[in-house]
């Protein structure tokens, strides 16, 4: 994701994600409902990694490498955030879609190998990120979302339009037939979480508005 993008992601968060939950007349009810399978979906698992050896390793350019590097620390964002939540709430969605987001860093992790390049999750350490916009992200994410189960519910659907926006903008400047694979099932996963964090926010009342997909898009990724 571009710098610009970011920016303007935790701008969102300030002063939008706060209105929202202060003008939400549903926050103040508790979310007991949850499904077990709500997030069930079509992810990249160990048997597809082996496609890649059936791809060529092409030329990496400055963008596909920053990319890559850049989305390693993304998937893993969404991975702390979402472990974070569950302690707070355990309710199935966060701790469904935090393996699912496992999965989704492990494959950047096989692309980082097959390119050799540095991983910067190297040092596994939850909410812990070298990239200072992931890192304030992250801290931003999990104080608004400790403030009750629906906010800590539509920071995951935030969470999930970022990436939807950072793996279509990166996709742009890729023609690496391994990376666009994985980017490709990365992108399919974030669709089926932000429809599960939207079906779960929606089962308890709460309708979802997105804050930085167009309403038309976002209606044809959830509906």
Known sequence: MKKHT??????????????????????????IADTEDICDEYELQDQDYPCLTNLPVEAL?????SGILFMREEEKLARDVYLYFYELYPLPVFTNISKSEQRHTDAIKNLIDRYELKDPVAEDIPGV????????????????????RVSALKAGALIEETD????EELSKSVDNQDITMVYKNLLRG????????????????????P???SKEKFDSIVL
């Not at 701008?11 to 103040?28: E, G, H, M, P, Q």
């Not at 979480?193 to 079906?199: E, G, M, P, T, W």
């Open 6 to 31: 970011l920016t303007f992601v935790f701008t969102f968060i300030l002063f939008n994600f706060s209105c929202l939950t202060a003008c939400d007349s549903n926050n103040n009810k508790e979310v």
């Open 61 to 65: 350019s400055d963008e596909e490498e």
């Open 129 to 148: 990120f070298i990239d200072k916009k992931l890192q304030s992200l992250y801290d931003e994410l999990i104080k608004s979302g400790s403030v009750d």
């Open 164 to 167: 939807i926006l950072d793996l």
């Open 190 to 209: 974030s669709h089926n979480h932000l429809k599960a964090f939207v079906n779960v926010l929606k089962i308890n009342g709460v309708e979802y508005e």
């Open 211 to 213: 804050l930085l997909l």
